[in-house]
């Protein structure tokens, strides 16, 4: 076995022990000690200050709207005079054409195109 070989096996030894020794010392001396408050975020972000994780798209479903964008397949719609992102179910529909929401799923409003006529 050559020296580097050596030098490299005895480097991997040495950090392992070192990650070791300081995760038995992380844990003795405990996540929520004076110690370790500063890795700890201590801030939240509640829906009462206006943070949210997603907006409920439930109202929408069985809207109309129209295309602003081609939705190939995602792409805008205009709904309630809000301009939301949509998908669709793998086809092209032009801009400016009809679509209406057929499905919600979590943030993402799933569309098919409507004739004109059945406005």
């Known amino acids: 076995i050559t020296t580097s070989l050596l030098e490299a096996l005895l480097l991997l030894i040495v950090t392992i022990a070192l990650m070791a ?33 997603s907006k409920d798209y439930k109202k929408y479903l069985g809207k109309r709207a129209k295309a602003e964008s081609t939705l190939r397949p995602s792409g805008t719609i205009i709904i ?35 004739n004109e006529e059945d406005l």
């Open 21 to 53: 020794l300081a995760i038995v010392i992380m844990y003795k001396i405990g996540i929520g000690s004076k110690y370790m408050k500063f890795l700890i975020l201590k801030t939240e972000q509640k829906n009462e200050e206006g943070y949210v994780s």
């Open 80 to 114: 309630d005079d809000l301009r939301i992102d949509a998908v669709t179910q793998g086809e092209f529909i032009d801009k400016d054409s009809f679509v209406e929401v057929i499905k919600v799923e979590g943030s993402s409003l799933i569309v098919k195109k409507i």
